[in-house]
C-alpha cells in the first residue's frame, strides 16, 4: 500500500488527558506551516482519565485527527504497533503525549527521512531534564546496548524518532520491543540508521509511567529481541546446532568410556570400575539426552511456524476516523 499523506505522527498515551489539547495544537500549527499533508493518530492504551473523550473532541475539530483506544493498557510497544499499522504517511513520526517532546523537531527530523535518505532517525536527548535516577541508569543501559548491536546511538529509548514508512511494515511489536526499533530495523535490512540532538522539555503535568525496573527489564528484552530477530522463522539453527553438539559430547564420552573397558580386556589389565559405576557415563548419558531433546524442540519449533504467523496481542476497542 503506498502512502496518501506526507506524514502519520503516531502519539502513544496513557492517561495524558491534560496535555493534549496543546499538543495536538502545536504539532497542527508545526505542520500547517510547512504545508504537509498530514494525520495525528492518537493510541490511548487503555487511559482510565478522560484522555479518550478529549481525543474524540479533538477529532471533531481537527480533520486530520484519528483516534485509537485498546480495550486495556497493553503496553508502549503494542500501541506504537497499532498506530504503524494504521499510517498512511510517507514518513511517520513517533512522540510522547507528555509535552516533554517538542514538535517543532518534526520538520527536521522528516527532512531526514525525506531528503537525506535515512531509514530511520532516533532522538537523542543530549541535556536532560530528569533525576539522575534515570538518567545513570539509562546511559549505562544506551552503552551496553550500543556495544551489543553495533549501531552508534546515544539514546535508544527516546520516544522522538522518525521512520521510512517501508521500515514502519517490516515491524511487528509486542511485550517491550519498542526500546529496541533500531535493533529491529537493522536486522529486518534497513540500515540507514541516524541521529539527531533533540530538546528535552520538563514534565508539564502528571508523572512518569516508567519506573526503574524498565532497566532491570530491558536487558531480559535485549535476549529476547536477539533471539526473535536472528531464530524465530528458523529455531532449528539454534536448537539444532545446540542439540547437535550436545549429543556428539555425549556420545563422544559414551564412546571413550567403552573403548576403555575394550582396551583394558584385550590387553588383559583388570577392570577397575564398570561402566556405569562411572559418573562421566551419566553425565554422557544426560548430555545424548538433553542433545535429542533441543533437536526435536527445533523440529517443533519449525513445524508451528510453518502453521501458523505471528499474531498481536492487543484488542482495539473503538477508532475515531478511520474506515
Same mark, same amino acid.
Given at each position: 500500500?503506498?502512502?496518501?499523506?506526507?506524514?502519520?505522527?503516531?502519539?502513544?498515551?496513557?492517561?495524558?488527558?491534560?496535555?493534549?489539547?496543546?499538543?495536538?495544537?502545536?504539532?497542527?500549527?508545526?505542520?500547517?506551516?510547512?504545508?504537509?499533508?498530514?494525520?495525528?493518530?492518537?493510541?490511548?492504551?487503555?487511559?482510565?482519565?478522560?484522555?479518550?473523550k478529549?481525543?474524540?473532541?479533538?477529532?471533531?475539530?481537527?480533520?486530520?485527527?484519528?483516534?485509537?483506544?485498546?480495550?486495556?493498557?497493553?503496553?508502549?510497544?503494542?500501541?506504537?504497533?497499532?498506530g504503524?499499522?494504521?499510517?498512511?504517511?510517507?514518513?511517520?513520526?513517533?512522540?510522547?503525549?507528555?509535552?516533554?517532546?517538542?514538535?517543532?523537531?518534526i520538520?527536521?527530523?522528516?527532512?531526514?527521512?525525506?531528503?537525506e535518505?535515512?531509514?530511520?532517525?532516533?532522538?537523542?536527548?543530549?541535556?536532560?531534564?530528569?533525576?539522575?535516577?534515570?538518567?545513570?541508569?539509562?546511559?549505562?543501559?544506551?552503552?551496553?546496548? $550500543?556495544?551489543?548491536?553495533?549501531?552508534?546511538?546515544?539514546d !535508544?529509548?527516546?520516544?522522538?524518532?522518525?521512520?521510512?514508512?517501508?521500515?514502519?511494515?517490516?515491524?511487528h511489536?509486542?511485550?517491550?520491543?519498542?526500546?529496541?526499533?533500531?535493533?529491529? $530495523?537493522?536486522?529486518n535490512? !534497513?540500515?540507514?540508521?541516524?541521529?539527531?540532538?533533540?530538546?528535552?522539555?520538563?514534565?508539564?503535568?502528571?508523572?512518569?509511567?516508567?519506573?526503574?525496573?524498565?532497566?532491570?527489564?530491558?536487558?531480559?528484552?535485549?535476549l529476547?529481541?536477539?533471539?526473535?530477530?536472528?531464530?524465530?522463522?528458523?529455531?532449528?539453527?539454534?536448537?539444532?546446532?545446540?542439540?547437535?553438539?550436545?549429543?556428539?559430547?555425549?556420545?563422544?564420552?559414551?564412546?571413550?568410556?567403552?573403548?576403555?573397558?575394550?582396551?583394558?580386556?584385550?590387553?588383559?589389565?583388570?577392570?577397575?570400575?564398570?561402566?556405569?559405576?562411572?559418573?562421566?557415563?551419566?553425565?554422557?548419558?544426560?548430555?545424548?539426552?538433553?542433545?535429542?531433546?533441543?533437536?526435536? $524442540?527445533?523440529?517443533?519449533?519449525?513445524?508451528?511456524?510453518?502453521?501458523?504467523?505471528?499474531?498481536?496481542?492487543?484488542?482495539?476497542?473503538?477508532?475515531?476516523?478511520?474506515?
Amino acid at each position: 500500500m503506498k502512502p496518501g499523506k506526507n506524514l502519520s505522527i503516531v502519539i502513544p498515551l496513557l492517561n495524558e488527558e491534560e496535555s493534549l489539547a496543546e499538543l495536538c495544537e502545536r504539532i497542527v500549527g508545526v505542520c500547517k506551516e510547512r504545508s504537509f499533508t498530514f494525520e495525528i493518530i492518537f493510541v490511548d492504551d487503555g487511559s482510565t482519565d478522560s484522555s479518550w473523550k478529549v481525543i474524540s473532541s479533538l477529532a471533531s475539530q481537527f480533520p486530520e485527527v484519528k483516534g485509537i483506544r485498546l480495550s486495556k493498557n497493553f503496553g508502549k510497544s503494542a500501541a506504537l504497533d497499532c498506530g504503524f499499522r494504521a499510517a498512511l504517511g510517507e514518513v511517520v513520526i513517533t512522540l510522547d503525549a507528555d509535552l516533554q517532546d517538542s514538535p517543532d523537531e518534526i520538520p527536521a527530523l522528516a527532512d531526514m527521512i525525506r531528503n537525506e535518505n535515512f531509514d530511520m532517525v532516533s532522538g537523542w536527548k543530549k541535556k536532560r531534564h530528569d533525576p539522575l535516577s534515570k538518567t545513570i541508569p539509562s546511559k549505562f543501559f544506551n552503552g551496553v546496548t $550500543a556495544l551489543f548491536s553495533g549501531i552508534k546511538l546515544h539514546d !535508544f529509548n527516546c520516544g522522538l524518532k522518525a521512520y521510512d514508512y517501508k521500515l514502519v511494515r517490516s515491524l511487528h511489536l509486542y511485550g517491550e520491543m519498542h526500546r529496541y526499533i533500531p535493533l529491529l $530495523a537493522k536486522w529486518n535490512g !534497513f540500515t540507514r540508521i541516524g541521529e539527531k540532538i533533540v530538546e528535552h522539555r520538563p514534565r508539564k503535568f502528571g508523572k512518569t509511567k516508567f519506573g526503574i525496573e524498565r532497566f532491570m527489564y530491558g536487558f531480559l528484552d535485549l535476549l529476547s529481541v536477539t533471539f526473535v530477530t536472528r531464530f524465530a522463522n528458523r529455531p532449528m539453527h539454534l536448537f539444532g546446532t545446540l542439540g547437535t553438539l550436545s549429543f556428539l559430547v555425549g556420545l563422544g564420552l559414551v564412546i571413550k568410556i567403552i573403548w576403555e573397558k575394550i582396551s583394558a580386556i584385550y590387553q588383559h589389565l583388570p577392570v577397575k570400575r564398570e561402566v556405569v559405576d562411572q559418573p562421566i557415563f551419566f553425565i554422557a548419558l544426560a548430555a545424548i539426552i538433553i542433545g535429542v531433546q533441543l533437536f526435536l $524442540a527445533g523440529f517443533l519449533g519449525e513445524l508451528i511456524i510453518r502453521q501458523q504467523k505471528s499474531k498481536g496481542d492487543s484488542v482495539i476497542s473503538e477508532k475515531i476516523g478511520m474506515e
